[in-house]
C-alpha cells in the first residue's frame, strides 16, 4: 500500500553565530527518510536538540528544507525545500496551544479566517464547516463565540484540534502537543486523537518524550539524535530490542 506521507533524505542547516563576525553552518538535519500509512502513527523521540521540532516545522511547511523531498500519498509537495500549495492536507498543532491563538479573535473568526484563506467556501459552507468540526473535537457550537482565554487548557487543546482539522488534513503534527496536559485531561485528548483515527484514517507525527504514550498510541517510532536517525521501526521491536545506545538510554529513563 502506498504511504500517505513519505519524507526522502530530507536535510536542514542553520546559519548560526560563531564569534563576533563571522557564522557557521550547522547541521540540523541530515538526510532523514521514513514513511508512514494511511491511518497510522509515528512517534518521533530523541534528547533535547535532536531535531525533532526543526523536523515538525519541516513537515508542515512552517520552514523549509536545504534539499530532500517529502511526498503526499505519492505527490512530491516539497521538493529541495520549493513547497506546493498542499500545506493545508499537513497541519501542525503545537504544545502552547494559547500562544498560537490570536488572543483577539473568537474561535469562530480563527477558524473563519483559516477557511478564507484555504478554501473557496462561502459563509453558509463556512459556518457548518465551523459547528461541524467543533462537535467533532468534543466542542459546543456555541464555544465559537468564545475568546481563547476563555477557554481551560484542554479545551485550547481542542480548539487547537479544531484548527487543524477544519481544512481536512491527511496528517497532523503533534509537537508536545499533549505535554502540558494533566494526566487525566491528557488521557481524554488521546482517546480524542485515536476516535478521529478510525473515523477518518487520519495519520500522526507525534513528537514527545512521554513512552508510554508512544508505545500506546504509535506503530512506529523513528529515534533521533543529532539530527540522524539512529533507529527507526515498528514500536513493539523497538521498545523490546532495541538496537541503538540512544534508544537503550532513551527507553531507560
Ligand atoms: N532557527 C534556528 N537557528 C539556529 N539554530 C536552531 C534554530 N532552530 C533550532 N536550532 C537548533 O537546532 C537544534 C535542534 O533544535 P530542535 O528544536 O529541532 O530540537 P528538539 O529535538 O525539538 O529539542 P527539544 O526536545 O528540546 O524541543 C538545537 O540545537 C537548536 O538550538
Known sequence: ????????????????????FSRKKFAVLKNISFC??????????????????????????????????????????EDNGIRDNQCRYIRMIFQDSAASL??????????DDCLQYNTDFDKAERTEKISATLSKVGLL??????????????????????????????VVV????????DPSVRAQIVNLLLKLQ????????????????????SDQVLVLDKGEVVEYGATEVVFQTPQSKITQRLLSC
Not at 54 to 76: H, M, V, W
Not at 199 to 217: F, K, P, Q
Request: proline residues 3%; contains cysteine.
Open 141 to 170: 457550537v456555541d464555544h465559537q463565540h468564545y475568546y481563547p482565554h476563555m477557554f481551560s487548557v484542554g479545551q485550547l487543546q481542542r480548539v487547537a484540534l479544531a484548527r487543524a482539522l477544519i481544512l481536512d488534513p491527511k
Open 1 to 20: 500500500m502506498q504511504p500517505v506521507l513519505k519524507v526522502q533524505a530530507l536535510s536542514k542547516t542553520f546559519n548560526i553565530r560563531a564569534g563576533l
Open 198 to 217: 478510525q473515523e477518518t484514517g487520519l495519520t500522526y507525527v507525534m513528537i514527545t518524550h512521554h513512552l508510554s504514550l508512544v508505545r500506546h498510541i
Open 102 to 111: 490570536n488572543p483577539g479573535l473568537t474561535i469562530g473568526d480563527t477558524l
Open 174 to 181: 503533534l509537537d508536545e502537543a499533549l505535554s502540558s496536559l
Open 36 to 77: 508512514i500509512g494511511k491511518g497510522e502513527t509515528i512517534a518521533v523521540i530523541g534528547e533535547t536538540g535532536a531535531g525533532k521540532s526543526t523536523l515538525a516545522k519541516l513537515l508542515s511547511g512552517a520552514d523549509s528544507a536545504d534539499c530532500g523531498q517529502i511526498l503526499l500519498e505519492g505527490n512530491i509537495i
